[in-house]
């Protein structure tokens, strides 16, 4: 017996023609007579038959399935972004595929034509590279796949994106920096690959401008993503012994690695130097002291990602949105010096 039952094996068992079969299991009441129909369904239960929903997408031309690829699972934000958008597609008769590209734009471009064989109404994307798969971006599009980007987006595709105002927000983290009295920051960015990496660099460069401050490229340390890398950027920047009096992060994987180096290395948050970072989640809750953060709504960004991504499956358009979300500086004990 083949590894799926078919509706072919059950007019074999049955004796009966697999137009019968077929009429029964889709619930054609009108054409197969209520027995027949019971003992069709019942032979169905009893032989583990499941209904081939690939077959049934291809007849209806639509599977109910979306398609969502994250550039990481490290960070709650995704996953919490996911849970949203499960819940509001849900209501709407979808279901969600999952792929996880690791910062790769070969594993991207692999979940992209994974997601395409799968036959998904449409796409997700939070990109891992705003330029290497724009010719796969634009051919997804083109074969009548809608895609929304969100988070981390690209320019020049023709598609809706939602994403967090990074350079505002930025800016706005760092002049808080300043005013509290903060003078020599130091800036943990993220890769140049990544859209939003040259938005927060922007932001911060803007702010000391601001403020009469000199840019002074030292005090940008090499891009980090990860814990160990955001620790070990900043053991090498210690050891040169140039002075500084915060760490501005792009994401908080990376600020929680710088922190924890920081401390064993003996310096006291937030009295001897303050730290705060971009896209904070409940891991910024979660560690001693705890961090100050520009939180993005997630709630809103997968309320916005769904609605128009589900705008253009209905509608078969080329509609064309750039949602752009205000964050919120959630201050907590790690630029707060307790007072004496």
């Known amino acids: 017996m083949s590894k799926y039952i078919t509706i072919k094996d059950i007019a074999n068992e049955l004796g009966i023609s697999k137009s019968t079969v077929s009429r029964a299991l889709s619930g054609d009441s009108s054409n197969v007579k209520a027995e027949t129909m019971k003992l069709i369904t019942d032979t169905a239960r009893r032989m583990g038959y499941h209904r081939n929903e690939m077959a049934v997408s291809l007849r209806k031309q639509s599977s109910h399935n979306i398609g969502i690829i994250i550039p990481e699972i490290v960070t709650s934000f995704y996953m919490t972004f996911i849970s949203h958008v499960q819940t509001i597609l849900h209501k709407h008769g979808y279901n969600v595929l999952i792929a996880t590209s690791n910062e790769s734009y070969i594993q991207e471009r692999d979940n992209i034509e994974m997601m395409e064989h799968c036959m998904v109404d449409g796409l997700l994307i939070s990109v891992c590279d705003k330029e ?42 760092v002049e808080q920096l300043i005013r509290s009295g903060c003078k020599q920051i130091v800036h943990i960015p993220g890769p140049s690959r990544i859209r939003n990496g040259y938005e927060r660099l922007r932001g911060y460069r803007d702010a000391l401008e601001k403020f009469h401050i000199a840019y002074n490229p030292d005090l940008v340390l090499p891009p980090a993503l990860s814990a160990e890398e955001g620790g070990q950027v900043v053991a090498e920047f210690i050891d040169k012994n140039i002075p500084f009096d915060a760490v501005f992060g792009f994401t908080e994987t990376a600020l929680i690695g710088a922190k924890n180096l920081m401390q064993k290395r003996g310096l006291r948050i937030p009295d001897d130097v303050r730290v705060c970072c971009m896209a904070g989640t409940t891991l910024c809750t979660l560690v001693h002291p705890t961090i100050t953060a520009v939180e993005q709504p997630v709630e809103q960004m997968a309320e916005e990602a769904c609605r128009l991504l589900m705008h253009n499956i209905a509608n078969s358009g080329k509609h064309v949105e750039d949602v752009v979300l205000r964050g919120e500086i959630v201050e907590r004990e790690s630029t707060v010096k307790p007072t004496s």
């Open 132 to 173: 290497r798969n724009i010719d796969q971006y634009r051919r997804i599009e083109s074969v009548g796949i809608p895609v929304v980007f969100f988070d981390r987006t690209v320019e020049g595709v023709e598609a809706s994106q939602v994403r967090l105002d990074d350079y505002i927000m930025s800016f706005f983290m």
